[in-house]
């Protein structure tokens, strides 16, 4: 596997980028580089790793404070 650039932050949103960029290839949008494989899933990961794809990790939101309605 290929090693993530400076600019991703771990393997697990180097997947989840790359699945999510798949995706859009499958349901027709173009690709952003030219590339050998014809596999969707390869064609987004060297979009990122080239720097033609980025994707961004939100931040987590903050838990609710509200009082919670269950009884027991």
Known sequence: ???????????YSLVKGAARRARQLQSGAAPLIQSRSMKACRIAQDEIL????????????PLSTTPSTFHA
């Open 50 to 61: 080239q720097g033609q794809v980025r994707y961004v990790v939100p931040e987590p939101k």
């Open 1 to 11: 596997m290929t090693t993530p650039n400076d600019g991703l932050q771990n393997r």
